[in-house]
């Protein structure tokens, strides 16, 4: 089958313009900490949001790593 979309001729380009994803990206530190901590509750407090923070940026990069990777095959 043929289409026609006028006089001009169609040209075919493959310019990709891949998405932000800012928007997915957790904080750069981590938020809600005790800033001088007195007690035991407050060290175990901090140390859990900093690890909880850690498994955001981990959570992240596997995600962004896999997008890269299902972009490789269409891109080539």
Excluded: R
């Amino acid at each position: 089958m043929l289409v026609l979309n006028g006089c001009k001729t169609n040209e075919i380009t493959n310019d990709y313009e891949l998405p932000s994803l800012t928007a997915f990206e957790p904080s750069l530190a981590p938020v809600g900490l005790v800033l001088e901590p007195e007690t035991q509750q407050d060290l175990l407090h901090n140390s859990v949001t900093w690890e909880f923070w850690g498994y955001e940026w981990q959570d992240y990069a596997i995600s962004l790593n896999d997008w890269f990777n299902d972009l490789k095959i269409p891109i080539k």
